[in-house]
């Protein structure tokens, strides 16, 4: 299976056309990728500009000197001002206001006689409904991280949150997928800090331990949170349950043509009926980057994160998150294969 | 040893004073914690105000909620307009045009009455020339990267440029470590291409293997680059030959006082009396980025590569990486004890 580059192409091209731009540019390499199949290093910077045409060409540094062979329109741009010699002659030109870069913009605008607009919500349109090759790539990410989170829950007790995380990596590094961002790993009052960083805290079987954890593989990206404990205590019990239960019934009601605010609307309804307070968003779209939108209403083969938490400072904090596929009815839970205990 | 950060806002202060700003403003993760200490996850947005009157202020989002442990002056943001309410009252501000967001520049520039100005060189300056603590760290990072290629040596044959690539992050996370950047493996004829991207192919003996790699320990980085082959044929042994005496000449050029043009047009004659072309830069800032501004005329105690190479399509590519601290009179290389065969 391999994605159909030409039949993304057709689908930004209409939106290019219909906004009344005459070129697109972005140099955000999940777009990139999107429409072209074009993946440099991680800190390469490639730029696209997509014309009302309907080709994409790519500009790259001379030190992409292999580019040629990967995708057939390359440029190569030696500086800012080299690159935008090549970028006159339009009229209206849209730009991604996400991922250009002040410095760029700034000498676009001085320089280019074109309208500048920002346009980053037409290149991410396409992307948010997700085709048959992307869902197997995702799949496969959660089924490499449920592999790896099997294999690190049996190391949890003794080690310190820092050598979990490290240890998760090596085990994404052996089955040939790195990390989607740095993995959290939080033992016991820890938890109740949402993005907290690993430190020298020790997992202990009395306390449990939070994992919010992803990798890519084939550039496809996995985020999955789970808990890890041997018991728990009552406080911790009623907690863990009424997470838990909120998640259910997020993931029961997420279906093509709800909008993500009736999402939020009950996500509080459920909160407030048990005196927890929203800390952080219910979820997110997930695919080429490991937060990408997911859209307002949401729309059939939308992969989205549901990812309700609840933090208590000086007791700790559980959250629990899984990776949906949006469907007309029943919407699919595409992590169910990772145990929740 | 730790970092004295008072004398760090000293410096930064006495810039922005003598700049006629009355505050400066970044997201630079490392502009953040050289200034204040303050890490967070690597994805984390964190902006750091610096009033004229000397003491950084801190804004994080409220995912962050362990930050208020972590540095005194904290302040939660919900979103852009929150925190754009919190910058008013200043006449001239100046922003980092490097890493500062489009859209968030954007909204400032709507909302705020100040007169916004580029200011990234003002908070890059202090960082050029390093203290005894950073040296000390790069020293750490590089005797990690060191330990770890002597190790990977041993496993590449028959492996896929991909394989070792993993190996060396497996190799970082075993010692607490991690890559600075997506590691550079190229076997054989692929060491033609400057970034190349570790694939498929394999590791063969008669064929020498670039490596180009570096981690982060405790937030500073190493970047090294080595060759390693069991023979070389007489092509790619007059090209390897031919690139360490550049390599030599150079470092013995880089001292305090010289500067990068200097080194610049040295590189250019040198590789001219080859007959090769020059198609990088010669070498970069390293500390706590991996890539830094090492100034124009090179300052005691800043760390730099020196990295020459050469590229022959069809043949592959020679490129020596090494790691130097500037001294008054001879440079020394942080990376000695990583041998060059």
């Not at 992409?64 to 800012?80: G, H, L």
């Not at 205590?233 to 239960?245: A, F, S």
């Not at 596929?325 to 990772?338: A, M």
Request: aromatic share 8%; glycine share 8%.
């Amino acid at each position: 299976m391999k994605p159909d580059f030409a039949a993304r192409q057709r689908r930004l091209k209409a939106l290019v056309q219909k906004s009344g731009l005459n070129a697109v540019i972005t140099s955000d390499p999940h777009d990139v990728f999107y429409y072209t199949g074009y993946a440099g290093l991680k800190d390469d910077r490639i730029f696209m500009l997509f014309q009302d045409s309907g080709r994409p060409k790519l500009f790259v540094s001379p030190l992409e000197n292999d580019a040629a062979s990967k995708y057939p329109d390359i440029t190569y741009i030696r500086d800012k001002d080299d690159f935008i010699r090549q970028l006159g002659g339009f009229k209206r030109m849209g730009y991604d206001e996400r991922t250009l870069s002040l410095l760029l913009f700034r000498a676009m605008k001085k320089k280019l006689k074109a309208r500048l607009e920002p346009a980053g919500k037409i290149m991410e349109i396409p992307r948010i409904q997700k085709d048959e090759f992307e869902i197997a790539q995702i799949k496969e990410a959660i089924r490499l991280t449920g592999d790896v989170l099997q294999n690190v829950g049996g190391f949890l007790w003794g080690n310190s949150e820092k050598q979990i995380a490290d240890a998760i990596e090596i085990e994404y590094r052996k089955r040939g997928a790195s990390e989607s961002f740095e993995s959290i790993v939080c033992a016991g009052k820890q938890a109740a800090f949402v993005h907290h960083k690993p430190g020298e805290t020790l997992a202990k079987a009395k306390a449990p331990v939070l994992i919010d954890t992803g990798c890519i593989v084939d550039c496809y990206c996995s985020d999955i949170t789970r808990m890890f404990f041997t018991r728990l205590g009552p406080v911790q019990k009623k907690i863990y349950e009424d997470v838990k239960q909120i998640h259910d019934e997020l993931i029961y009601a997420a279906r093509a043509g709800v909008t993500y605010s009736e999402l939020e609307d009950l996500q509080k309804k459920l909160y407030a009926k048990k005196s927890y307070t929203v800390l952080h968003g219910l979820g997110h779209g997930l695919g080429l980057s490991v937060h990408e939108p997911q859209g307002e209403t949401l729309a059939e083969n939308t992969v989205m994160t549901i990812e309700p938490g609840v933090y208590i400072k000086g007791i700790g904090g559980v959250r629990l998150e899984d990776v949906i596929l949006i469907k007309k009815k029943r919407t699919e839970v595409l992590s169910k294969d990772i145990p929740i205990f």
